[in-house]
Structures are given as C-alpha cells and as structure tokens.
C-alpha cells in the first residue's frame, strides 16, 4: 500500500514543477510516506527528520509527511516537519506548497497567477474518534490521480481503503479511516490498462479487501464480482498474467472467493490469509471475531477446491496475556496448515488502539524468544514445502538480478522466491519455464527450460 501510495505521490509532485532525484542532498522538497502500524517504522521517520531539518541551516527546504500516521504521531511530528497531511489530501499538497513562503517552482506559478489558496484540515488537527474515522472522506480525488508506475510489468491496483474491524491490536482505523470502496469502474479500467500494456503481476489493495463493496448498500458488485469480471478480462485478452490481492480478512473469506480463483487461470493460486494467532482465548482479545475452527474451515475449501495454492499468513507473538500454553497452539497451527510463508510480529503497542490501554505484560526477551522459536518452525515447514517442488517445472516470473549478478531473481504463482543461474538481463520482466533442482527454506533454485 505504501508503494502504491508514492506512484499516486510523484506525478503529483512532478505536476508542481519539481523534478526527481535519486541524490536526497539535491532536493528542495523532501517526503516521508509513513507506517504506523510498528514502531520501527516511526523511529526511523524521526531519525531522517532531525537529518533533513540540520540541512535547514543553509539552504531553502521544505519537508512534508503523509501515509498511515497516527493521531499522537502526527501531533509530535508536526513540530518536525513543514507540513503534515492525510493521503487523502493529497490533491491540496500544491496548494499548501504554494504559500509556504518560500521560493518554489509552484510557489512562482501561483504567485503569477494571483491564486488564494484554501487549505483543508490536517491528521493532526482531527480531535476526536469520528473525525479521524473520517479523515479518509476525499480519498476517491486520491484514486482520481493516474498513478506514475514504477514497474514496467508488476502494478498494485488499490480498491478499498480502511477498515471498520477495530481489531485490539491494530492503529488502521485511526489512520486510514472507515472502509471505503473504490468505483468498480475505475479499477476495471485501471486493470484493463495494465493488461493492455502487458503487465504480468497485477496486485488489488485494501485494508481489508475482501469486504470490497459491503459498504456501498446500494450497489450489487461485491469482491467475488470483481475478481470474476477480471478473471473474465483475462480470458479475453488471451495474455498470460497473474492478479494477486492482499489483505483479505478471514471474516469476509467466503467460499464464493474460492471458487471463483479455482475458475480462472490468471487469478493467481496464492492467497494471504493473517491468522494472527493459534489460540481462541487471544483471537478474542484481539477481536478478530473468528476461531481457529473457523479459519480451518476456510483452509479446508482452499486445499479442497485450489489444491496447488500457496499459504502465506500474519502472525503476533507476545499479544497481551499470551501464555506459553497458547503460543504453543500457534506453533501447532503452523505444522497443521503447512504455511508456505508467515510474516511474524513481535507485539507492540500502538496508541489508540484498544490494547493500548492494557499492559503489555509479556517480557520483551519473551517476545524475541518466541518470535525465534517460531521462525524455526516456519523454517522447517517451508523447506518441507520446497523440497516437494524438487523436479517439477513451474512458470516463472523474472523480476530482476540477485547481487552477485550471477543469477536471476525470480516468482512462481505461489510467490516462491526461484534462483536462476543465469546473468541475461533480458528477461527481466518475462515468464518462464523453470525446472526445480535445489531448495532452501524460504527459496528453490532452478534451471531455464
């Protein structure tokens, strides 16, 4: 999502008179498109800003801050940075720029022009819950901006922003807002241009994606429609590539969607499904309003109905209150479901968020212990997975070289990272035979066929 904002961000900067540059000791306007969601992510924002604002010493610079931001977040860095804004309001970024003060390209137009500027409220300036859950009010002018891709055969489409879940544990309510769903339309021809113009990997977008549609009452179209019409699309267009979406919500994981992926050949065999934990009693705390049954069940229907398909999953170790009793359940759902990749969190807490206000009662070495201790089973049960591939050819996509230069970087359907020995830069950005001969535990090597 972060990426696909930043292809919405630059034409839009560019639009201003600003040209880019790859050397950040060049540029006179400096951004940061944020992450909330850990507090890694803030501690390095802060680290670039007390940087960048050293520089203000001895030359003109203007510094802005946008993304998923949380309201406390957004309240410190506004002492920090020049401007803060909701992605949402990014359409007004050139007009706020344009009356800073000092001399910029689009400063000198609307001076020109004799422009007044209105400018709209910030993150920051949202006081109470039902402000900032609706802060993502303008983001359909935000989908309106035709993004500046960065790729030349892989694309992010987004669909839906924010969510209405307000899992304990999670800040996406207060910095993206209430759910929203984008014009059916629109992504349509979105993702028709990007088949036009022979893009091979195509990602939707959303917070909680699969529950695209559910909040516009009036309208019949919901996510299993949509992803027919683009597996429909593909068949059409006679092309060869894959459409990938993340992150579906268990909750609003329906049998429908399955079948609907088993049905059309370009709708990739991969899906990204955040168990979060393998414990009823956490999944509760977190209010993530299903069980383990539950999500067993889905597992079911996808091994049932899409065989081949790859798992990949979220989970948190060291939720408040987790015992070792029920992290224990999480590892046996790690052997049980055989998850081809999990992304693991060690818990961290994030203000405004429900569990927020709880104590962060599972010692950090803890947390780092099972975050370990977890990893080693992912390990195990993904080289297991790997090793099945042994053999067998698999059609895969080329996204680049490794460093060493001396293989090819590449992605299966499933998103199986596959190692290629081969330096011929021209197949970047291609699908090929690859025939399997080695594997590691979170990637295969393989031969052109």
Known sequence: MNMSDSERTRPVIERMGYTWTDNEEEASLLGILACSVRQKAIDKVYSRIHKWNKR???????????????PADSERFLKLFDIVFPMSELQELPNIISQYGIVTPVS?????KNETVYKKPRLSELKNK???????????????????????????????????KFCSFCAVPYTRGREVSRSSEEILVEVQSLIDKNYKSITLLGQNVNSYGLDKKSKKIRFPELLRKIGEMGIKSGKEFWVYFTSPHPRDMTDEVIEVIAQYPNLAK??????QSGNDIVLKRMNRKYSVEDFRKII???????PQATLFTDIIVGFTGETD???ENTQKIMDEFKFNMAYIAQYSVRPGSMSS?????????????????????????SFA????????????????????QKYLAGLTEGKINVRIPSSDSSLIGEMMDVKIISATEFSVAGELV
């Open 56 to 70: 203000k010493d001895r030359q003109n610079l203007i510094t802005f801050l946008t993304g998923c931001i949380l």
């Open 108 to 112: 000198l137009q609307a001076k020109s």
């Open 130 to 164: 039902s402000d900032v859950l609706e802060m993502n009010i303008h983001i359909q002018d935000f989908w309106h901006i035709h993004p500046e891709y960065t790729s030349s055969f892989e694309a992010f489409v987004p669909i839906q922003n924010g969510c209405d």
């Open 270 to 275: 991969q899906i990204h499904i955040p168990i």
């Open 300 to 306: 079911k229907t996808i091994k049932t109905l899409i």
């Open 325 to 327: 009793k029920q992290f």
């Open 357 to 381: 206000r709880w104590d962060d009662d599972v010692p950090q070495q803890v947390k780092k212990q099972r975050y370990h201790t977890l990893t080693e089973d992912l390990k195990r049960v």
């Open 385 to 404: 997975n790997n090793k099945q591939m042994l053999g067998k050819t698999f059609r895969v996509l080329v996204r680049g070289k490794e460093r060493n």
